[in-house]
């Protein structure tokens, strides 16, 4: 059997996110019926991690093993002219025996844009989550700055991210390599929130972003994010920003 990673893009919009639903469109099961229509054989594909409905991905991977000969570029190829264009596929590479999209990332990173300015232009509506200035980015920058390195994120947890009963693993704990925000040229101009980690959990990315806009909005303030996240709270944290503005960026390996 060989083992291939395909590097994926998608617009997530119209599709109830990556997991497999019954009688909902996604982009596993998009994906999956693609390949095997190409195979003649039923494939089961592993993804870097599962994406809510409406979040977009630039790099995100899948793994899947086949004993069909196809080329890589092959796969590439005849999945982009099967799958809808809001789907696709920008490379496949052949791995070794073992890998696995999942288990053996050792990171990800994920960028959230916000669409700031009095009126929204049409064109970001589906991308990125429209704030109205005045947002005070200094603060914000600085709450970024105190998410590096490893910390325990119950505060930023959704629900079902983890079984609670289990006692082992790291927890909530997940380690920040990096957390930035940029502001993108145009008018009005755009701001980026980039978060790369050893991992993240369920709607971590979200709820980080929606509590930084209460400290932006100064509706909270830089010592009371650090209380937050401290006191490992998810209701004392902002609301969950919506999924729209929310893309993977990359799976590091």
């Given at each position: 059997?060989?083992?291939l990673l395909l590097l994926l893009a998608f617009d997530g919009t119209e599709f109830a996110g990556w997991q497999r639903q019954k009688g909902q469109p996604t982009i596993q099961g998009e994906i999956e019926a693609r390949l095997a229509r190409m195979t003649g054989s039923a494939?089961?594909?592993h993804g870097a991690g599962r994406t809510d409905a409406g979040v977009?991905?630039?790099?995100?991977?899948?793994?899947?093993?086949?004993a069909a000969t196809i080329p890589c570029e092959g796969f590439r190829?005849?999945?982009n002219s099967l799958l809808p264009g809001a789907i696709?596929?920008?490379a496949v590479e052949e791995k070794e025996p073992g890998f696995h999209a999942r288990f053996s990332a050792r990171g990800k990173c994920y960028l959230y844009h916000l669409s700031t300015g009095e009126v929204e232009l049409p064109n970001r509506r589906l991308y990125s989550c429209h704030v109205r200035l005045p947002l005070s980015l200094s603060p914000i920058r600085q709450c970024l700055a105190l998410l590096v390195g490893e910390h325990d994120f119950s505060a930023?947890?959704?629900v079902g991210s983890r079984d609670l009963n289990y006692l082992g693993g790291r927890g909530a704990v997940r380690t920040i390599f990096r957390a930035e925000l940029t502001v993108g040229e145009g008018d009005p101009p755009g701001v980026t929130i980039e978060l790369a980690g050893d991992g993240f959990l369920r709607h971590m990315v979200r709820n980080i972003v929606g509590t930084l806009l209460?400290?932006?909005r100064?509706?909270?303030?830089?010592?009371?994010?650090?209380?937050?996240l401290a006191g490992r709270d998810r209701s004392a944290a902002g609301a969950t920003a919506p999924a729209r503005g929310l893309f993977l960026k990359e799976v590091y390996y």
């Amino acid at each position: 059997m060989r083992n291939l990673l395909l590097l994926l893009a998608f617009d997530g919009t119209e599709f109830a996110g990556w997991q497999r639903q019954k009688g909902q469109p996604t982009i596993q099961g998009e994906i999956e019926a693609r390949l095997a229509r190409m195979t003649g054989s039923a494939i089961t594909l592993h993804g870097a991690g599962r994406t809510d409905a409406g979040v977009h991905a630039l790099g995100m991977t899948a793994s899947f093993e086949t004993a069909a000969t196809i080329p890589c570029e092959g796969f590439r190829k005849s999945l982009n002219s099967l799958l809808p264009g809001a789907i696709r596929v920008l490379a496949v590479e052949e791995k070794e025996p073992g890998f696995h999209a999942r288990f053996s990332a050792r990171g990800k990173c994920y960028l959230y844009h916000l669409s700031t300015g009095e009126v929204e232009l049409p064109n970001r509506r589906l991308y990125s989550c429209h704030v109205r200035l005045p947002l005070s980015l200094s603060p914000i920058r600085q709450c970024l700055a105190l998410l590096v390195g490893e910390h325990d994120f119950s505060a930023f947890e959704g629900v079902g991210s983890r079984d609670l009963n289990y006692l082992g693993g790291r927890g909530a704990v997940r380690t920040i390599f990096r957390a930035e925000l940029t502001v993108g040229e145009g008018d009005p101009p755009g701001v980026t929130i980039e978060l790369a980690g050893d991992g993240f959990l369920r709607h971590m990315v979200r709820n980080i972003v929606g509590t930084l806009l209460e400290v932006g909005r100064e509706r909270m303030r830089v010592d009371d994010f650090v209380a937050v996240l401290a006191g490992r709270d998810r209701s004392a944290a902002g609301a969950t920003a919506p999924a729209r503005g929310l893309f993977l960026k990359e799976v590091y390996y």
